[in-house]
């Protein structure tokens, strides 16, 4: 598996780098800066790329770039490596076509699992972040009118397909709750994202639990969340 870093301080980055290798996994490039970051990815091509999301000319520059690699780079998977664990910023990360996030504060061991799962099409967030981001909506709970402001128009089994997706269950465990088959998942998680105007799973989530149609309380905290 070939993968990017970037991340403005060298000592964290090459320590990453060291680690990264020692695991197993082909580093095929690491930057200070995302100057010229679609060129780069085009040039080396990496399955999964590191990224910070501050740098010291831009503090979001990092939120803004991952929709840049999302649109162009498709096939390139990115995965914020960053110390901030406030709920909008992860949610935000999501939005704009993440595939991982994994809070610095956490072992490095959550890390490798969040590649891991990334890696098999998976969106997965590291134990604090998940922990954070299920603080965050249970502070600021939405309420019953603001969600009926917002009616998605979502059939009973893609609501409870939409809380399987969040409790990191892939298609064919879904299928297997369900007793059907992963073709007629699939079909269904087509028409959710569609009808929440959601860019991927991540985004999915991210929107339903933002308008309450998640029950946080079921998602796991203990270990990478996948979704």
Request: hydrophobic share 40%.
């Amino acid at each position: 598996m070939k993968i990017f870093i970037f991340d403005d301080h060298d000592s964290v980055r090459e320590s990453y780098i060291r680690w990264l290798e020692f695991e197993g996994y082909q580093v095929v490039g690491g930057e200070k800066s995302l100057q010229n970051c679609l060129e780069l990815l085009r040039r080396h091509r990496p399955d999964i790329v590191l990224l910070d999301i501050d740098y010291p000319d831009d503090a979001f520059a990092g939120i803004r770039v991952v929709k840049q690699i999302a649109s162009e780079l498709p096939e390139v998977k990115t995965i914020f490596v960053s110390h901030y664990t406030d709920p909008s910023i992860i949610v935000q990360a999501f939005a704009n076509g993440a595939s991982g996030y994994f809070a610095k504060a956490d072992e490095l061991r959550y890390l490798k699992e969040v590649i891991e799962k990334v890696s098999e099409d998976h969106v997965a967030l590291s134990p604090t972040a998940t922990r954070r981001l299920i603080e965050g909506v249970r502070k600021q709970p939405i309420s019953e009118a603001a969600v009926r402001r917002r009616d998605f128009h979502l059939t009973d089994q893609e609501t409870k397909i939409l809380g399987f997706i969040a409790q990191g269950l892939s298609n064919k465990e879904i299928a297997r709750q369900l007793h059907t088959n992963e073709k007629r998942i699939k079909n269904v998680i087509v028409a959710l994202l569609a009808k929440l105007d959601a860019k991927n799973r991540a985004h999915a989530v991210a929107i339903g639990i933002t308008h309450g149609l998640i029950d946080v309380s079921r998602i796991a905290t203990q270990g990478p969340v996948e979704i």
